[in-house]
């Protein structure tokens, strides 16, 4: 294996192992099993996911985004925040930039350890999904903001079997093949809620989702039960802010913001793997 320089970041919770692999360092059809391998905690570097920096022919550059367990997937919103700054602390894009990706291209903006990212236009947003309702769910919500994602609305989120109940909703029949994230959520006020994530890929509730903050956030703001910006408090502590411009149903200019965090810098040996 060749030697394989990577950065470890955090975005409010969530942890990625960053690739610069403009240069193919590490080969397209071995991406999946890399992943797959360095993402093991306690046996390896361990992360929710893994970006590679790829050119791109239409933006500062492209990325591939890839879940814990070796799967591809559109796109990551604390993922995008994270290699926004990446790109923009090793000289590959300016402040502001463009980059490519399988949901379409994001615009982000990096001032310092905070960073806003343009995500992709919301779609399929659904109301009162048609699956039957668990002990302490309210009511249940659909929107893809980027990838897929339910809303459940709860009674104590505290205290909500979020793995179990994640689970089930993530391979629930009523979203296969692909399946779905799971959000439960509690609105606090008029510019803020609570929420905690079963992220798919992932397979286990994670410190915080940026799209998975995003679906809470509008959801909640169809139902009147919120306005722009809305702060969302994750799992791990942070705050997550959503801004957005609506006419009904539609968004337009969803931005997420948050801070990131470089936790180090090293070089990937081959016994990680």
């Not at 309210?138 to 994640?166: A, I």
Request: a negative charge.
């Amino acid at each position: 294996m060749n030697t394989i320089e990577f950065w470890k970041m955090s975005g409010s919770g969530n942890d990625f192992i960053l690739i610069d692999n403009r240069e193919g360092v590490v080969a397209e059809t071995e991406m999946g099993r890399l992943v797959e391998r360095v993402c093991r905690r306690r046996e390896s570097v361990g992360a929710d996911g893994v970006i590679f920096v790829v050119p791109s022919n239409r933006c500062d550059f492209a990325w591939r985004f890839f879940n814990a367990d070796g799967g591809e997937v559109e796109m990551c919103g604390n993922g995008g925040r994270c290699v926004s700054r990446f790109a923009h602390l090793k000289g590959i894009a300016g402040p502001r930039m463009t980059f490519e990706t399988l949901a379409g291209p994001v615009s982000a903006e990096v001032s310092g350890r905070t960073v806003k990212v343009l995500m992709p236009r919301p779609k399929g947003l659904t109301l009162d999904v048609g699956i039957d309702l668990q002990p302490g769910w309210e009511r249940v919500d659909f929107v893809n903001t980027g990838v897929p994602h339910v809303v459940v609305h709860v009674e104590d989120l505290e205290r909500h079997p979020v793995v179990e109940h994640g689970r089930a909703v993530r391979y629930h029949a009523h979203f296969a093949p692909a399946g779905t994230n799971a959000n439960f959520m509690q609105v606090l006020g008029r510019h803020s809620v609570r929420l905690r994530t079963y992220e798919r890929g992932v397979e286990d509730e994670t410190l915080a989702c940026g799209t998975g903050a995003i679906a809470s956030a509008l959801t909640a703001a169809v139902r009147g039960e919120v306005a722009s910006p809305v702060e969302v408090a994750t799992r791990g502590g942070e705050i997550l802010i959503i801004h957005f411009e609506r006419q009904g149903d539609v968004f337009e200019r969803v931005w997420l913001e948050g801070n990131t965090a470089v936790i180090y810098r090293a070089t990937l040996d081959a016994e990680a793997l």
